[in-house]
């Protein structure tokens, strides 16, 4: 299961790759993209690549069912980025989710194995890959300003009395951090909605999942412990926790996991519920 992860990050990671060269121009970027789309569609019909990156996810998709649609979603995904876009809407911004993260939910889940027979498990598998992304547009916010990137919905920014401009200058208002607070609380609610994904998984899965769910959730809690400042410094964990959950995968032991609930989210210091199996204490 491991080496199939590893395929699979290879393969996302290699698809930004292609988009993120800024040593290209975009139009370079663009053929790139529609070359590498069509190596995956060449290598799913032949069952072979010369790309060694391509041959190894070509082989885990065909052991594990992955359909080749999710990673073409991928890839579209991705090249959609490669010049500055709006989200005029939160459910635009959630197809967009969908796309670079929701699917990698669901190609987690058909490498890690599920109970079928549990409902709604895909939606939370998209769920969760919608959480992580989330978390990563808020905490980097003032990088993606730098590329003149915007993904806040207008239509939140307008609520808030905020503009396109506003955010691209870094502006640290009391509106913004309204605003984070009402993102982060949306955030939360695609936590929640993933969390169940734990019992339906393998017991492999579970581990890396939690270590997952543990990971990008302190992520965001971090962005509230600051105040919602995410452009005075880039938000991140200390080498120290980053060991301490790679540890716990390594020992097997299931993260533990505190998500705050519906009436508390946005407020400093809160209690949350918790999952937790056979944890140890939090750092």
Known sequence: MFREMCVLYAFMRVTDDIGDDENLSLDQRRVNHARWKESLRQATRDGTSGDLILQAMVDVARRKEIPESYLLEVIDGVESDLTPREFQTFEELNGYCYQVAGV???CCLKIWGY????????????DCGTAFQLTNILRDIAEDAQRERVYLPTEDLVRFGLTRSDILTATMTNSFRSLMQDQVAKAWGYYRNAMPLLDCVSAD??????GFLQAYSLLLKKIESRNYDVFSERISLSRRRKLMIA??????????????DTQRIGAQNKKGEEWMRHSSPDE
Do not use: H, W, Y
């Open 205 to 210: 899965g579970r581990i890396m999942l939690s």
């Open 247 to 260: 540890g716990r995968s390594f020992l097997r032991i299931p993260a533990r996991i505190t998500i705050p």
């Open 104 to 106: 990698v939910g669901l």
């Open 115 to 126: 109970n079928e027979n549990s409902p709604g498990v895909e939606q939370r598998a998209i």
